[in-house]
């Protein structure tokens, strides 16, 4: 796993790529790259995902674009391609460790809150998510090149993207698998 760089506050414009965007996010907001009246503690910044007790996946708790400064997802969410958001996940899993991947439109419509108004999501979980579509790795099984999206504005999943088409990108890790003892 990579290190965060020394200086972190410049690191989104050296990069330049936007796949990179998210690592140079992160490193950032480890490195003090942000301003706040009160700074987080490391446990705050340690903060930047969240697991389903349930599923024991790991959810990024900003949108690929954003970082997590111990309060919240600051800058500007990156719109992407499929294509890209694969390449997101990729670099994800390189610079995080781990594999990051995009969820199934069933892992993400379960983060769906419906009583909730748009953003159609915990914000308290993860604050600061355009309400908008966002990627999932299923595709639509009758259009082919299409894949599911789930869209925060209204909480609904839609199988018509293709490829070509920008989205939002959450990403997600599965939980490690569970170590048994073996029966002596």
């Known amino acids: 796993m990579k290190k965060c760089p020394p200086d972190g506050r410049n690191q989104a414009t050296k990069l330049g790529s936007s796949v990179s965007v998210i690592?140079?996010?992160l490193c950032f907001s480890f490195a003090g790259g942000f301003a706040k009246?009160?700074?987080p503690t490391?446990?705050?910044l340690r903060q930047f995902t969240i697991t389903d007790q349930k599923t024991g996946l790991e959810w990024l708790r900003c949108t690929v674009g954003q970082r997590w400064n111990g309060f919240r997802c600051i800058g500007v969410p990156k719109m992407m391609t499929w294509d890209q958001a694969q390449q997101a996940a990729a670099s994800a899993s390189k610079e995080l460790g781990g594999e990051w991947r995009?969820?199934?439109v069933d892992e993400l419509q379960?983060?769906?809150?419906?009583k909730c108004p748009p953003p159609k999501i915990d914000q308290q979980l993860f604050p600061d998510t355009p309400a908008a579509p966002f990627w999932t790795?299923?595709?639509a099984p009758l259009s082919i090149g299409r894949y599911w999206t789930v869209n925060f504005f209204t909480g609904h999943n839609f199988g018509r993207n293709t490829?070509?088409?920008e989205r939002y990108v959450r990403l997600v890790?599965?939980?490690p698998p569970r170590q048994t003892k073996p029966v002596p």
């Open 23 to 25: 690592i140079a996010a």
């Open 37 to 39: 009246s009160a700074e």
């Open 42 to 44: 490391p446990t705050q």
């Open 102 to 104: 995009l969820p199934s």
């Open 110 to 114: 379960a983060l769906v809150c419906d």
């Open 137 to 139: 790795y299923s595709k």
């Open 163 to 165: 490829t070509g088409m």
């Open 173 to 175: 890790k599965s939980a």
